[in-house]
C-alpha cells in the first residue's frame, strides 16, 4: 500500500487524514459535476421561460389585429351611416339615386363585411392553430427536458455509485495489502523469537548436559575410588 511505510505502519491518525483527504476530493469532483448540471438545467428553464414570453407576445398581436380589424368594420358602418343622413337632405330624385348607389354601396359594403368575418375568422382559426402548435411544440420540449433531466440524474447517480464502490473497492484492497504486511512483519517477528528461543534453549540444554556429563564422571571416578580403597582394606583384615 502506497500510504504504508516499508518497515513501519502509519503512527495512528495519518492514514484516517489520508483517507479523508482523499474522500474531500472525490466529494468534490461529484459536487462540481453536480453544479454543472444544474447549471445546465436552468439555462433549459430559462429558454422555456423565453418561449412563454414569446407566445404571450404573439397573443397580444393577435388580438391588436382584431382590434384593428373591428374598428375598420365600426368605421365603414360609421361612413355609411353618414351617407345615408347625407342623402336625407338632398332632393327625391337625388335622393333616389343615392338610395340606388347606396344599396349598391351597401351590398359592396356587406360583403366586405362578410369578407372582414371570413379573414377574422381565418385568423383566429389560423392563430389557434399557431397557438395549438406552440403548446404542443412546448410540451414535447417540456418532456424532452425532464427526460434528459431524468437521465442525467440517473447518469450521475450510475456513475457516483460505480466511483463509491471502486473506493470501496480499493479501500478493502488497500486494507487487506496492510493487514497482510502487517500479519508479515509479525510472523517474521516471531519467526526470529523463536529461533532465538531455540538457540537460547539449545545453549542451556548443552550446558546442563555437560555439567550432567562431567558429574556422571566425577561419580564414576569418586566409585573408582572407593573401589580401591575397599579393595585395599579387605587383606588387611584378613591378616587379623
Same mark, same amino acid.
Not at 470501496?168 to 504486511?181: A, D, F, G, Y
Given at each position: ?58 397573443? @397580444? %398581436? $393577435?388580438?391588436? !389585429? ?5 374598428? +375598420?368594420?365600426?368605421? =365603414? #358602418?360609421? *361612413? ?69 433531466? @431524468? %437521465? $442525467?440524474?440517473? !447518469? ?5 455509485? +460505480?466511483?463509491?464502490? =471502486? #473506493?470501496? *473497492? ?71
Amino acid at each position: 500500500s502506497s500510504g504504508i511505510n516499508a518497515e513501519w505502519p502509519l503512527r495512528p491518525g495519518e492514514r484516517e487524514r489520508e483517507e479523508r483527504n482523499y474522500f474531500q476530493l472525490e466529494r468534490d469532483k461529484v459536487n462540481t459535476f453536480w453544479e454543472i448540471t444544474k447549471r445546465q438545467l436552468d439555462e433549459s428553464k430559462a429558454e422555456l421561460r423565453n418561449k412563454d414570453r414569446e407566445m404571450e407576445d404573439m397573443e @397580444e %398581436r $393577435h388580438q391588436v !389585429e382584431i382590434k384593428v380589424y373591428k374598428q +375598420k368594420v365600426k368605421h =365603414l #358602418l360609421y *361612413e355609411h351611416q353618414n351617407n345615408i343622413t347625407e342623402l336625407k337632405a338632398d332632393s327625391v330624385l337625388t335622393l333616389k339615386l343615392e338610395q340606388d348607389e347606396n344599396r349598391t354601396n351597401e351590398g359592396t359594403l356587406r360583403k366586405d363585411k362578410r369578407n372582414l368575418k371570413v379573414q377574422l375568422k381565418e385568423l383566429e382559426l389560423s392563430h389557434e392553430d399557431v397557438i395549438k402548435n406552440l403548446k404542443r411544440q412546448h410540451d414535447e420540449a417540456i418532456t424532452v427536458l425532464r427526460k434528459d433531466s @431524468e %437521465r $442525467h440524474a440517473k !447518469e450521475l447517480q450510475i456513475k457516483y455509485e +460505480k466511483k463509491m464502490k =471502486l #473506493l470501496r *473497492e480499493e479501500l478493502e484492497l488497500r486494507r487487506k495489502t496492510e493487514i497482510h504486511e502487517i500479519e508479515e512483519r509479525k510472523n517474521g517477528q516471531i519467526n526470529t523469537l523463536m529461533k532465538n528461543h531455540e538457540k537460547a534453549f539449545s545453549d542451556i540444554k548443552n550446558y546442563y548436559n555437560d555439567i550432567t556429563l562431567n558429574n556422571l564422571a566425577l561419580i564414576n571416578s569418586l566409585k573408582e575410588q572407593v573401589e580401591e580403597i575397599k579393595k585395599k582394606k579387605v587383606p588387611t583384615a584378613t591378616l587379623r
